[in-house]
Every structure is written in C-alpha cells, then in structure tokens.
C-alpha cells in the first residue's frame, strides 16, 4: 500500500504538473515530518507559495518548449510538397477535392477527424468512436473556422494549425493537448447546413443596450 501510494502520487505529479524530478531525501523527508507531527522546516503557510512558484516555472519552461517545438515544425512543413499557408499562418494540404458547397462562418458542419500533435500522437478521433460530430463553424478553434471554409462537401484536407490558431496557452482540461502545442487535424467535410446569419441591426441594439447599462 505504501509503494502503492507513493507511485500515484508520483504519477500525478507528472502527469498533472509535469514535475519530472525531485530531491528524493527532502521529498521523503517532508512526508515523514509531517505523519510523525515533527516542527517543520517550511511553515504551512508558506509551502503553497513555494509550491506554486515551482510548479509555475514548470509550465512557463514547458510552453515555450512546446511553442518553439510546434514553430520548428511548421516552418520545416510549409516546404513540403502540396502544403499550402494562408495569411494567418495556417498551413493546410488537400488530400481529397470536394464537389459540394463550402461552409460559410455561421453555417453547421458535419464533419469526420482525427487530431494529433505534431508527433503524430493521436489525442481525438471521430473515426475511432465511429460517429460524425456536428458544430457551428464560427464555434471552434479560430483554425478550424478558416480551414473548413477553404472546404468543399466531400472533401478531405489536413489542417496543420499554430499555436495561437488552436488553444494557445489555455489547453483543454481533460485532453491530452498541453499549452502552446501545434496541432494537425485530417479533416473530411461530409454536410454543410446552412446557418442563419445574426441580424446586425438587432445585434447593434444589443451591445448599446449593454454599454447603457
């Protein structure tokens, strides 16, 4: 039980805040203070401090490894045969055409797709559970909105996405995408529905209600 508790312990330390080492002597040290009821060498009030600032160094290091990672790669892949980059630094290559409609920003697209970071580590997939997924196109990463309106119904293209494209610095909880990654999506637009643009007229009135109040 003790191995036990010490491994998950460990294991969350790095899975959740990538601490990948420790001076194991003061680690133990600081656990058997504490169950023996001993003064302690760093007060309660001051351990979260301490704790935060590490830890917080931690992901400062960690995503600017990912940000200038995800930066090699794509200035390495914009050279590659068929990869085309858009204004705003996405990179996108057509693995199949369409012959359908192309979605517009307010329009619902149903589409298949698996994610992956840029060492081809799969993280989501469509295709894995078997099952299309269906959203608004001006609802998702800012990568996605300009890529799948590049797009035709029937089409298949593979979407090579920045950092500041995708999630940034706030990854999503529960995912396996960490801060500042690059991220690539094999995307196939399968439906377009057609969306209803917002009246601008109604939603001016709202905003200077909002700046009344």
Not at 63 to 77: I, P
């Amino acid at each position: 039980a003790s191995y036990a508790l010490g491994a998950n312990v460990a294991n969350s330390l790095n899975s959740r805040s990538g601490v990948e080492e420790l001076n194991y002597s003061e680690f133990v040290k600081g656990m058997k203070d504490a169950f023996e009821g001993k003064e302690l060498k760093i007060k309660k009030e001051s351990q979260n401090k301490i704790i935060q600032g590490y830890l917080g160094s931690i992901r400062e290091k960690r995503n600017q490894k990912n940000l200038e990672e995800g930066e090699a790669f794509l200035k390495k892949n914009k050279k590659k045969e068929g990869v085309e980059t858009t204004e705003s630094g996405l990179q996108y290559k057509v693995i199949e055409k369409g012959d359908g409609k192309s979605p517009g920003k307010y329009d619902t697209v149903k589409v298949h797709y698996t994610g992956t970071n840029i060492n081809d580590e799969v993280f989501d997939s469509s295709k894995d559970r078997g099952e299309p997924v269906e959203f608004p196109v001006n609802r998702v990463i800012p990568g996605w909105t300009e890529g799948l309106q590049l797009m035709e119904e029937g089409a298949k293209y593979k979407l090579f996405i920045p950092a500041e494209l995708a999630y940034g610095e706030r990854a999503p909880r529960g995912s396996d995408i960490e801060p500042n990654q690059a991220l690539i999506f094999e995307v196939e637009l399968l439906e377009v529905k057609e969306g209803e643009k917002p009246d601008e007229s109604q939603q001016r009135k709202r905003r200077q209600k909002i700046q009344v109040n």
